[in-house]
């Protein structure tokens, strides 16, 4: 079994609804962040979470929010999505040191 | 502000050939280096992590170096193969910060 899954994997949606990206990790670390790429733009960090009672924003938190249910569950909600919000959304976990990154979600906003 | 650059963009080289892919950042006060590997429209897998207080890792063909002092770090590539085509990011961690390149595509030719 993989390390780290995301739910869902694509998702198409439209403008104002309200959306809910999962991840799951199995690795046991602390660390968990949220990033979105985007073509030309690179990766880029909407959250960032180093324990279950820590969050941080990262560069572009406009628009998103999340919750770290558990060590090992760290969700991310768009409110309102719009269509600028449509990207290739990942998770991952860190040890510190390394990253570690899930499979993604592709997100489509009509 | 840290800023991580890759150059070129993308590359084509023939199969067999040895190849160098470039990552210069701003800020030489970082925790350590990680270059990924991404498939199109995959997550990144991670192949090499180099510590600041390291000069370079090796893993089969593949070669990172670091030169914290002038900002750069290179991944070599041993005769290439066709199956080595994939987006290739360089990501450094400074302050619990992890910024990402935009990465260099690869294409080997057969």
């Known amino acids: 079994d993989a390390d780290v899954t995301q739910t869902p994997r694509n998702r198409i949606t439209k403008t104002g609804k309200r959306i809910m990206l999962e991840c799951s990790q199995t690795?046991?670390?602390?660390?968990m962040y949220w990033y979105r790429q985007d073509p030309g733009l690179g990766l880029r960090l909407i959250y960032y979470?180093?324990?279950?009672?820590?969050?941080n924003k990262g560069e572009i938190s406009d628009g998103y929010s999340v919750s770290r249910q558990a060590q090992a569950k760290f969700s991310l909600s768009l409110e309102s999505a719009i269509p600028n919000q449509t990207a290739l959304y990942f998770c991952?976990?860190?040890?510190?040191?390394?990253?570690?990154f899930g499979p993604g979600t592709r997100l489509t906003v009509l | 502000k840290q800023e991580v650059t890759q150059i070129p963009a993308a590359l084509s080289v023939p199969e067999g050939e040895n190849l160098v892919l470039n990552c210069s950042f701003t800020?030489?006060?970082?925790?350590?280096l990680q270059w990924f590997r991404q498939d199109p429209g995959k997550g990144l897998t991670s192949l090499l992590l180099?510590?600041?207080?390291?000069r370079e890792q090796t893993s089969g063909r593949l070669n990172a170096s670091l030169d914290k002092s002038s900002g750069r770090s290179t991944l070599y590539i041993a005769a290439s193969q066709p199956g080595d085509s994939a987006t290739y990011l360089c990501?450094?961690?400074?302050?619990?910060?992890?910024?990402f390149g935009k990465g260099t595509r690869l294409h080997i030719l057969p």
């Open positions: 180099i510590q600041s207080s390291q």
């Open positions: 800020d030489s006060a970082i925790y350590n």
């Open positions: 979470s180093f324990d279950v009672k820590d969050i």
């Open positions: 991952a976990t860190s040890d510190v040191w390394e990253q570690f």
């Open positions: 690795k046991g670390h602390d660390r």
């Open positions: 990501a450094v961690n400074r302050d619990d910060k992890i910024i």
